[in-house]
């Protein structure tokens, strides 16, 4: 059998989408289930609500689960590609802290990006409650998929307006949404549930222009599918097992030799399962040694960082900069220490006096307690320099 057809029995024709847009005042959660007949698209159901646990009471496990996230956090810019195009946009932070979601319209890039730790925390929060997710969007720029099938040159959603000509996008900005609707065939639908039955089409007839930094749900896509492949199966091996019994009494011993094997299988996944406690133990243990040593807050870091390099002269330029170095080599499953009051630079400079006049102005920051040089020398014509940075932490 095709490997399409296999997943569309596992996946079912039933799909629920969440929006969770968050605001000032707290998160708004809108759910929509859409109903695939053939190539036809229905929402069956549609919910709006601030309360979580109403939310929850509506939502199957037996069926695909999609998350979009928009609103407060949620950064979507216009730019070109180039080397830094994700740098320019999230300046003073490092990439790999965030989720990326790319639409490239011709020479033209959209891209929305959110911080993992706010994505991660909603994941979490329905993974606690026993909810698989199979699939995420950030931001409204899915919502493109939708515009071959809307007569409108305008979408407007929740809080952006998309603006499109000869069906590409052009532009996008903030508003407030006015109460439009659109008719996608013999569907009616809000502007503010764009996000919700977009993120349904591209998880369907998955869109090449959209782009996400990388699929970190197909894990759970492939445990859905796992989950409802063994009840399916398990359901029959039953009907098939007891339907024996009462044709022959002498196929009793084959199906104890089945019933073992399947026992079998049981004991591996259960071995599988306890590997994976003790990973998550072990990944939780990493996560309480980095808190404690202070390495999982970002402000600080990127505070000193910014401090230090936004007088830079064109003179100087910085090889390595160390925040907080260690007292000893790292080892394995050992704690970390470090000197939590110190930051190390090494760099090259063009003369001696473009350094120091560097070394006068750093020295005026009301952070450093104390400031050393520890090496300068010339070498292969150049001017290397090592100083160290003594920090207060009373300021």
């Known amino acids: 059998m095709d490997n399409a057809v296999i997943n569309k029995i596992l996946l079912g024709n039933d799909v629920q989408a969440i929006q969770i847009h968050l605001t000032s005042s707290g998160k708004e959660y809108r759910f929509i289930e859409v109903s695939r007949k053939k190539n036809n698209l229905t929402i069956t159901d549609r919910f709006v609500t601030r309360d979580v646990d109403a939310l929850i009471s509506k939502i199957s496990k037996n069926k695909p689960i999609l998350i979009s996230i928009t609103g407060n956090g949620i950064i979507t810019k216009k730019t070109t590609v180039d080397d830094n195009y994700k740098s320019k946009i999230i300046f003073n932070a490092a990439i790999e802290d965030f989720h990326w979601f790319e639409y490239k319209e011709k020479e033209t890039l959209y891209i929305t990006a959110a911080r993992k730790e706010v994505v991660e925390k909603e994941v979490q929060f329905f993974e606690k409650q026993g909810i698989l997710i199979v699939g995420l969007s950030l931001g409204v720029l899915g919502v493109t998929s939708l515009k071959s099938l809307i007569e409108e040159s305008t979408l407007h959603t929740q809080n952006i307006a998309l603006f499109f000509e000869n069906e590409v996008l052009i532009n996008f900005e903030k508003e407030e949404y006015n109460g439009q609707k659109y008719t996608l065939g013999e569907e009616e639908i809000k502007g503010t549930e764009l996000v919700c039955f977009a993120s349904v089409v591209n998880y ?41 019994l009462l044709l022959s009494y002498f196929l009793l011993g084959y199906y104890q030799q089945a019933n073992h094997e399947v026992q079998v299988k049981l004991g591996e996944q259960n071995v599988a399962y306890s590997k994976l406690v003790s990973l998550e133990k072990d990944k939780e243990n990493k996560k309480e040694i980095l808190k404690e040593s202070g390495l999982n807050d970002s402000n600080f870091l990127t505070f000193y960082l910014s401090e230090i390099t936004s007088e830079l002269p064109s003179q ?7 925040i907080f170095p260690t007292t000893t080599k790292i080892k394995p499953k050992q ?41 300068f020398k010339n070498e292969s014509g150049s001017n290397l320099f090592i100083i160290h940075l003594k920090l207060k932490f009373n300021v």
Request: hydrophobic fraction near 45%; proline fraction near 1%; avoid cysteine.
């Open 204 to 244: 369907l007839y998955p869109n090449d222009a959209i782009i996400s930094d990388d699929d970190i749900f197909a894990k759970n896509e492939e445990e859905f599918k796992f989950k409802k492949a063994f009840n399916f199966l398990g359901i029959l091996v039953l009907i098939f097992f007891l339907g024996s």
């Open 316 to 322: 100087i330029s910085i090889n390595e900069l160390i």
């Open 335 to 375: 704690r970390i220490h470090f000197i939590n009051d110190l930051i190390e630079v090494k760099g090259e400079v063009a003369s001696y006096e473009s350094f120091t006049n560097w070394i006068k102005s750093i020295k005026k920051y009301s952070w450093i307690n104390s400031l050393e040089i520890i090496d």
